[in-house]
Nanobody, 113 residues
């Protein structure tokens, strides 16, 4: 069983918004969203504890991205607003901190006019 299934990626114009979803096969106390831009390393962009009252954001997305979760559905969301071309990447979710579970296929976000 795939631990995580990400969805919601799309092609969007700069300044636009997207909402990503991640369905987990099991409960995870701490969850995070990561992204991997073309030709670059995977990086963490946001994370949240179980209650959603302790969150962390990378400086590059702070004020634009919001992580939230529906624990009854084992689902974590990433609301992305004011998107920029540099947000273009494949987005993944996983538990955090490491060790990570197996990575899902991710969802492609492309920000371009």
């Amino acid at each position: 069983q795939v631990p995580f299934v990400e969805s919601g990626g799309d092609l969007v114009q700069p300044g636009g918004s997207l909402r990503l979803s991640c369905v987990a096969s099991d409960r995870n106390y701490f969850m995070a969203w990561f992204r991997q831009p073309p030709g670059k390393e995977r990086e963490r962009v946001a994370s949240s504890n179980w209650a959603g009252d302790s969150t962390w954001y990378a400086e590059s997305v702070k004020g634009r991205f919001t992580i939230s979760r529906d624990n009854a559905k084992n689902t974590v969301y990433l609301q992305m607003d004011s998107l920029k071309p540099e947000d273009t990447a494949v987005y993944y979710c996983n538990k955090f901190p490491p060790p990570f579970d197996a990575w899902g296929q991710g969802t492609q976000v492309t920000v371009s006019s």
